[in-house]
């Protein structure tokens, strides 16, 4: 079992280039860790930089990138093991169930879902041999399906699921698998998908604004005001870190004022009640 004195050893972090997986990897490497960094390209690369950063091209839905990232593990030169596994990158275009094209559907749950399990699945092994820990960052948008979120809930409920079973799985290796749930955080992300949300609705028919795009004004305005109050970033990362670096954890923690009050309701209320609070 991990300790907080364990330093100096590997931590992964995906999508680290910038909001939550940047702050984190700061973070850890503020505490000691040697963080490989996963970014997208080499200009990401070159604007993370710091001690105990190591950033690291990586695409999660490149097998070929994801192999070089296990060479790069096993045949560290200070013979470091593989401590916990942050799988933190993702994607987000919100729109209509109806109107948002099947191949951007597959985008986020290719990113969001399938390329952290084929990450997860090839980094299992190292982490066996640390008795480590595996960080999924999923979203209250993983229990609660807002209007307008169709395709990024679907992928992040795919995603708790799976990580429930993979906790079920190698609790008996050694391995911790741990699901954190932010609620809104301020983080590019989450603000450039609101203008994303706002581009999609303008290419949208007037038949179809009708019957869409109030909805979609109304949920982008409301993310927009919330996330001026929301969690920052930095915050996020912290807490995260911390999480990551406890001797002890719980299996599922939430982030943030709104998930704390949301993921509640979600348990507490009827279905129908509970449809009527999201509208």
């Given amino acids: 079992m991990m300790t907080s004195t364990q330093t100096k050893q590997l931590v992964v972090v995906t999508g680290a280039s910038s909001g939550i997986g940047k702050a984190t990897a700061i973070k850890l490497a503020t505490m000691g860790y ?12 070159e604007q993370l930089q710091g001690e105990n950063i190591e950033p690291f091209v990586l695409d999660i839905t490149d097998d070929q990138q994801i192999a070089l990232l296990v060479q790069r593990i096993r045949q560290d030169p200070d013979h470091r093991l593989l401590q916990v596994l942050i799988n933190n990158a993702g994607v987000e275009l919100n729109a209509p169930f109806e ?5 951007e559907w597959r985008r986020q749950l290719d990113v969001n879902l399938f390329g952290q399990v084929a990450l997860t699945q090839q980094l299992l092994p190292l982490l066996r041999e640390s008795r480590g820990r595996i960080i999924n960052i999923t979203s ?40 954190i749930e ?27 604004k009708a019957l869409y795009g109030a909805m979609i004004s109304k949920a982008v305005g409301s993310q927009t005001a919330f996330l001026k109050h929301a969690l920052s970033a930095s ?14 954890v719980k299996a599922r923690y939430s982030l943030g004022m709104d998930a704390k009050m949301t ?13 009527l609070a999201l509208r």
């Avoid at 809104?184 to 450039?192: F, K, L, R, S």
């Avoid at 993921?263 to 449809?275: E, Q």
């Fill in 99 to 103: 109107l948002l094209p099947l191949q």
């Fill in 235 to 248: 915050k996020a990362g912290a807490t995260i870190a911390k999480i990551a670096t406890k001797a002890r």
């Fill in 34 to 45: 040697h963080v490989i960094a996963g970014v997208l390209s080499m200009t990401e690369a």
């Fill in 140 to 179: 209250v948008g993983g229990k609660v399906a807002l209007p307008n979120y169709a395709a990024y809930a679907a992928s992040k409920f795919a995603f708790e699921a799976a990580s429930d079973a993979l906790r079920r799985e190698v609790a008996r290796q050694g391995i911790d698998v741990v699901v």
């Fill in 263 to 275: 993921l509640p309701m979600a348990h507490l209320l009827p279905t129908r009640m509970m449809d």
């Fill in 182 to 208: 932010p609620g809104g955080v301020q983080t590019e992300m989450a603000a450039y998908s609101g203008d994303l949300s706002l581009a999609f609705a303008e290419q949208m028919s007037s038949d179809q």
